[in-house]
């Protein structure tokens, strides 16, 4: 898949669901169930452990049906590792020069952290195909998204961090292209209990609050 078309997936999905878990069995579950709901999109935090031997099996058992990434890449080298076992988009939780200059140079999709204007521009003139807004929560929400939207109309954003079902919509409709969900998501309890269920729901739910929100957006333009 080209970077071209990972982006475009994301884009008409909306969704990133951020796996951080425990284990290894407990992360290729968690993308099990977030596919079965609708979204054929996976990060692996490289907080999880054997994070690249992960990435490497889902690449062989589910390479054709899901779209895999790799998160909180801090560094160039890391990077190379998961784009070698498979990663199709690289997902930093901040923003570093040669990661990004890396990635690009192997035409994957790279979606580097920021959260100040400053940030956000270094990100793009690094050739950030598209920007994390993390801990966007922490600091105003869907709120701050609509005052970044103001000098940065052309930025893609994928606010991070406080999306929840209930804030998912408010996101979108502040100009959110895509959104990274973690545990509101990606349930740890439900993923070391086995009973995933109320994960491939969530992922429908969330689906279905993504095209909704963009529908009204359309119907209002």
């Given at each position: 898949?080209?970077?071209e078309?990972?982006?475009?997936?994301?884009?008409?999905?909306g969704?990133?669901?951020?796996?951080?878990?425990?284990?290894?069995?407990?992360?290729?579950?968690?993308?099990?169930?977030?596919?079965?709901?609708?979204?054929?999109?996976?990060?692996?935090?490289m907080?999880?452990?054997?994070?690249?031997?992960?990435?490497?099996?889902?690449?062989?058992?589910?390479?054709?049906d899901?779209?895999?990434?790799?998160?909180?890449?801090?560094?160039?080298?890391?990077a190379?590792?998961?784009?070698?076992?498979?990663?199709?988009?690289?997902?930093?939780?901040?923003?570093?020069?040669?990661?990004?200059?890396?990635?690009?140079?192997?035409?994957?999709?790279?979606?580097?952290?920021?959260?100040?204007?400053?940030?956000?521009?270094?990100?793009?003139?690094?050739?950030?195909?598209?920007?994390?807004?993390?801990?966007?929560?922490?600091?105003?929400?869907?709120?701050?998204?609509?005052?970044?939207?103001?000098?940065?109309?052309?930025?893609?954003?994928?606010?991070?961090g406080g999306?929840?079902?209930?804030?998912?919509?408010?996101?979108?409709?502040?100009?959110?292209?895509?959104?990274?969900?973690?545990?509101?998501?990606?349930?740890?309890?439900?993923?070391?209990?086995?009973?995933?269920?109320?994960?491939?729901?969530?992922?429908?739910?969330?689906?279905?609050?993504?095209?909704?929100?963009?529908?009204?957006?359309?119907?209002?333009?």
């Amino acid at each position: 898949m080209t970077r071209e078309q990972a982006q475009e997936r994301i884009l008409e999905i909306g969704i990133i669901p951020v796996v951080r878990a425990s284990s290894p069995t407990l992360a290729l579950r968690a993308a099990e169930a977030v596919c079965a709901g609708g979204i054929p999109i996976v990060e692996i935090t490289m907080t999880v452990p054997g994070a690249v031997d992960v990435i490497a099996a889902l690449a062989r058992s589910m390479g054709h049906d899901i779209l895999i990434g790799a998160g909180t890449v801090c560094d160039a080298d890391t990077a190379q590792r998961c784009m070698d076992a498979g990663a199709q988009f690289v997902v930093g939780p901040g923003f570093d020069a040669e990661t990004v200059k890396l990635v690009r140079s192997k035409d994957v999709l790279v979606i580097p952290g920021a959260l100040t204007p400053t940030e956000i521009i270094a990100a793009r003139k690094a050739g950030a195909d598209m920007v994390k807004i993390f801990p966007c929560g922490a600091v105003g929400g869907a709120k701050y998204i609509t005052a970044l939207r103001g000098p940065f109309p052309d930025v893609p954003m994928v606010p991070t961090g406080g999306v929840s079902l209930q804030t998912a919509a408010d996101f979108i409709r502040a100009g959110a292209v895509a959104l990274g969900v973690g545990g509101e998501l990606v349930s740890g309890s439900a993923l070391k209990s086995g009973v995933t269920a109320g994960i491939t729901e969530a992922a429908r739910r969330f689906v279905a609050v993504v095209r909704d929100a963009r529908q009204q957006l359309t119907a209002n333009t």
